[in-house]
């Protein structure tokens, strides 16, 4: 995965290629946020599992 969210954390990514993870794109937990458009306004390629995942 290229990313691990924290506890009561907030992330923004916008612009950017997520690419050839072995895992999710972005992986993050519950109770932490991402920004709503974070599927549309980047770029997922190669990744072994979904785009997005939220534990």
């Known amino acids: ?3 691990l ?3 009561c954390a907030a ?3 916008k612009n950017s ?3 050839n993870s072995g895992g999710y794109g972005i992986m993050y937990t519950s109770d932490a946020t ?3 458009d974070a599927n ?3 770029t997922f390629t ?3 599992q979904a785009s ?3 534990l």
Do not use: C, D, E, Q
């Open 1 to 3: 995965m290229n990313f």
């Open 5 to 7: 969210r924290g506890r």
């Open 11 to 13: 992330l923004t990514v």
């Open 17 to 19: 290629r997520i690419s």
């Open 34 to 36: 991402l920004n709503a």
């Open 40 to 42: 549309s306004v980047n």
């Open 46 to 48: 190669s990744n072994a």
């Open 52 to 54: 997005l995942y939220k």
